[in-house]
């Protein structure tokens, strides 16, 4: 009785060791599409009606394996012109916006190197508190029409009349002063040193050809141009809106 006993016991033994030495076993894959075309990957069988792909030949054999998460980017660094320092916020854009343009170029992104360029085109025209100097030219205005108010107020008929007019054009003038010198000037200055870090941050190992740096020159100076006070305030506006399209599709094909 005890030999049997014992025979039993080793027999056990023997089956667990081999149940341990063979390992959990391995799920079955399947890859598959629906009937909209959408893919799945799955370790249940796929639904009646569904299209049985086959998997690829690195899946076949390392399926089991859990995928490695991929090395995240570090930061890009930016090349900076001669005598144009940043400061930390807007360094940071600028790693970011490089970064975003390098990637966009690897995928052959189009609408990403667009929406990058209208991003320097943003931040040129409103970022880092220039969306509160349009207030200055308005204020002005409004500043001359009250005080050619309060001075007019103990006129009469005509002469009360002449008197806010002549105040009225005062602030007009004061307003388009204003707008040109605090509001254009500032937004062009900001626009040429954003284009500046451009062309030399343009991802993808790119650089700007001559041709358009010619043309950035001409556009740069139109833009100058718009910012006296003796020009309309609409010429800015014109150059600028020409600036941003020409500024997408330079961005796109340096």
Known sequence: M?????YLILGLLAFAAALRAQGPAQPQIYRWKDSKGRLYITTTPPPSGATVLGLPPEQNTKA?????????????QVTTPPNQPLTESQRGFWELLAQNL??????????ALEAAADSIFQDSFWGNGLWVLPAFPFASLLLLL?????????????SKLRFMAA??????????????????????????GNLMLLQ?????????????????DGRLRALEEGTSPLSPPWKF????????????????DP
């Open 2 to 6: 005890i030999p049997f006993r014992r």
């Open 64 to 76: 089991h394996e859990a995928p490695k998460p991929a090395p995240k980017p570090g930061p890009v």
């Open 102 to 111: 390098g990637t966009a170029r690897e995928k052959g992104d189009r609408l």
């Open 146 to 158: 009250l005080l050619g108010w309060f001075l007019a107020s103990g006129r009469k008929g005509a």
């Open 167 to 192: 105040f009225t054009v005062l602030g007009l003038v004061a307003a388009q002063v204003t707008l040109a010198r605090f509001v254009y000037r500032a937004q062009a200055q900001r626009l040429t």
């Open 200 to 216: 030399l941050n343009l991802g993808g190992g790119k650089s700007l050809s001559p041709d358009h740096r010619l043309e950035m």
């Open 237 to 252: 506006v014109r150059e600028a809106s020409g600036m941003k399209e020409w500024l997408r599709q330079m961005v796109v």
